[in-house]
């Protein structure tokens, strides 16, 4: 079985390469240099234990050291990448993973990468290799375009079966993520809804994945109240995108359904100037959900999965709806508009009866949907609500990824507060507890499906500096959560 191009059995002093990244667990380099000693020639073991002797390094997480490559070394510099843990516990993959990707931003401007796992198994040579390619990310399209980076790892198993599987799975879930990052960082003037799902079609020509798209008028004439309302402030039309994978014997049908208000600037409710600023990241729902169905349809997962893009740009306007007025959804429902800043529940109501219509055996909706989620759960944990089943299946398969998640209540008497003395319910519902009441409000849309509701208003762009593999900016939040979540049904053929 030959091996893949992303992987090389050479021993360390013949690796060309311009950085060489090497693990530092706990304890000052146990377990992460273990290996890498035992395949360096003695003067160069004794060089990096001296290094990392001097340098008084530790190896806790985030611990990142560039220093100059030994003489012995093809290499230019060593990043020496702190795993964290203790000498006598292997770290977690997702450890490796952060320290990966730090070690790749701290390799920048080197053309080539070469990563020596912390140990030789299909686990930690995957995370390794994930973990480098989503911290090597850029966003380039309003700049000079630097030179691709090539990462390469290190392993003695580079023919094992599992070992290539895991690589090539780690290149697929990478550029899923990195494709929903470029997405979310694109300048809302050049992300209007049509060019959105523009995108789409072009991103899914490629793949076996059929794509439909209804615009305005088919918006208008199906009683898409909630896109139609929402997008009308706008001169950029809404859009609703059905994207389709089906493969043949597939085990389980999952719907996905993601938010994509492309600009959000509060309509009418109108945000103040600095809570404006991040929100052509109101998007990344749907962007989440494009990219987790094209990789399903790449991994050839035998889920069928049908995504919705819930596209529009929320604007003032003096066609802009208004507080107080009333809107009929896809299906009828009634929904009184009290603040026009709540308006991804109104999209995500109209894709998520579409998505119920289909009769799957689970649907899971993702959205940058309240503000609520920050003050709850912070930046990088994601709120989970829904039915106990899929909500839970939904949290594991985030810890199997990595992702921060955690499981919240649809407490039943914040219904009573989106009552409406003029229609069916209202968009907003008492002051307390906006993350769970938009929750309440969503789950009048689903009926008795199973669902979940996956709230990533913190979790999809860092305003902060970069973390782990994390970049500045989009962080593909909820790609690679959905992602496991569908190779768990796939493995299983359980959705809850």
Known sequence: MPSSPMLTTRTLESIDASALVIFLGGGGGEPGTARVLADASESLADELLDAVAALRLTGKAEEITVIPASPLLRASVVVLAGVGGDEAHEPTAEAVRRAAGAA??????????AVVPPADTATMVSASYEGALLGSYGFTRYRGTPADIEIRVVTA???????RIGVERAQVVARAVSATRDLVNTAPADLTPAVFADTARTAASAAKVKVAVLDLKALRAGGYGGLVGVGQGSVNEPRLVTLTYSPARAKAHVALVGK??????????LKPPAGMAAM?????????????????????????????????????SGAAQRPSDVLTMRGGTTVEVLNTDAEGRLVMADALVDAVALEPDAVIDIATLTGAQLVALGTRVAGVMGDDGVRDAVVAAAGEAGEGAWPMPLPEELRAGLDSPVADIANIGDKFGGMLSAGVFLKEFVGSTPWAHVDIAGPSFNESKPWGYTPKGGTGAGVRTLLAYLENVSATGATR
């Open 104 to 113: 790749a931003r701290a390799a920048t401007g080197h053309r080539t990468l």
């Open 157 to 163: 198993k580079a023919r094992s079966k599992d070992v």
């Open 260 to 269: 994509g208000i492309t600009f959000d600037s509060g309509g009418l409710s």
């Open 280 to 316: 052509k990241s109101d998007m990344a729902g749907a962007a989440a959900v494009l990219h987790t169905v094209l990789a399903a349809a790449e991994l050839g997962l035998p889920v069928k999965v049908t995504g919705f893009l819930a596209l529009a740009e929320n604007m003032p």
